[in-house]
Nanobody, 124 residues
Framework: QVQLVESGGRLVQAGDSLRLSCAAS????????MGWFRQAQAPGKEREFV??????????YYTDSVKGRFTISRDNAKNTVYLQMNSLKLEDTAVYYC???????????????WGRGTSVTVSS
C-alpha cells in the first residue's frame, strides 16, 4: 500500500505559475512510477493524463497540451513528486490527482494508487 497526498492547488490568474506536490508514504517510493492526472469539474469530463515519470526520473511523458509549460519531477529521498506548471491557462482548471503505478503510463489503469486531488483554478 502507498498513500498519496497532493498539495499546492489554489486560485491563480492566467499566465501564473504553480507547483503541485504529492507526498507518498507506505511502500518504497522509488518502487513506483508516478503520474499526474486532472479532471475538470464539469458534467461528462473524464480524468485525463497530464504527465508521468519513471521510477528514477529517466523517462517523462506529457500530454500535448502541457508540453513546454509543465514539468514533472520527483525526489525519491523526500518521497515526493512535483508538477511545475507555468503559463497557466483557463483550460488548466481542474482537480489534479497524483497516482502511483507499475509503469509511467498515460492511462488510469496503469496506476494502482491515487490521491484525493488538489484543486487548481485559473482565472482570467
Amino acid at each position: 500500500q502507498v498513500q498519496l497526498v497532493e498539495s499546492g492547488g489554489r486560485l491563480v490568474q492566467a499566465g501564473d505559475s504553480l507547483r503541485l506536490s504529492c507526498a507518498a508514504s507506505g511502500r518504497t517510493f522509488s518502487s513506483f512510477a508516478m503520474g499526474w492526472f486532472r479532471q475538470a469539474q464539469a458534467p461528462g469530463k473524464e480524468r485525463e493524463f497530464v504527465a508521468s515519470i519513471s521510477r528514477f526520473g529517466r523517462m517523462r511523458y506529457y500530454t500535448d497540451s502541457v508540453k513546454g509549460r509543465f514539468t514533472i519531477s520527483r525526489d525519491n529521498a523526500k518521497n515526493t513528486v512535483y508538477l511545475q506548471m507555468n503559463s497557466l491557462k483557463l483550460e488548466d482548471t481542474a482537480v489534479y490527482y497524483c497516482a502511483a503505478g507499475r509503469s509511467p503510463g498515460t492511462i488510469t489503469t496503469s496506476y494502482d494508487y491515487w490521491g484525493r486531488g488538489t484543486s487548481v483554478t485559473v482565472s482570467s
